[in-house]
Nanobody, 116 residues
């Protein structure tokens, strides 16, 4: 069982930055692939980025490449999403996700709002 708690969302002007954090409980955090998804009003949930258990590989959606960076600290059971050059189109609820052979888990979400 893994519990995920996101933090760091908020309101920011276009061009600004935010860093999201996702703190995970459980001793097997390092065995999970971790990801960030987002869901804007009226749209489907979409994958933003993920990082493998070792941190050696990352993936980014085209819409955030070059602006967002995902990282993880297995010693702290935490995954981060650094978001730079934010755009109004990035406005959404951002969800942390853990995936592995033992199952999939979601956080409760954190709101990110980018004003123009």
């Amino acid at each position: 069982q893994v519990q995920l708690v996101e933090s760091g969302g908020g309101l920011v002007q276009a061009g600004g930055s935010l860093r999201l954090s996702c703190a995970a409980s459980g001793r097997t955090f390092s065995s999970y692939r971790m990801g960030w998804f987002r869901q804007a009003p009226g749209k489907e949930r979409e994958l933003v980025a993920f990082i493998t258990w070792s941190g050696s590989r990352t993936y980014y959606a085209d819409s955030v490449k070059g602006r967002f960076t995902i990282s993880r600290d297995n010693a702290k059971n935490t995954v981060y999403l650094q978001m730079n050059s934010l755009e109004p189109e990035d406005t959404a609820v951002y969800y942390c996700h853990a995936g592995g052979v033992a199952g999939e888990y979601w956080g409760q979400g954190t709101q990110v709002t980018v004003s123009s």
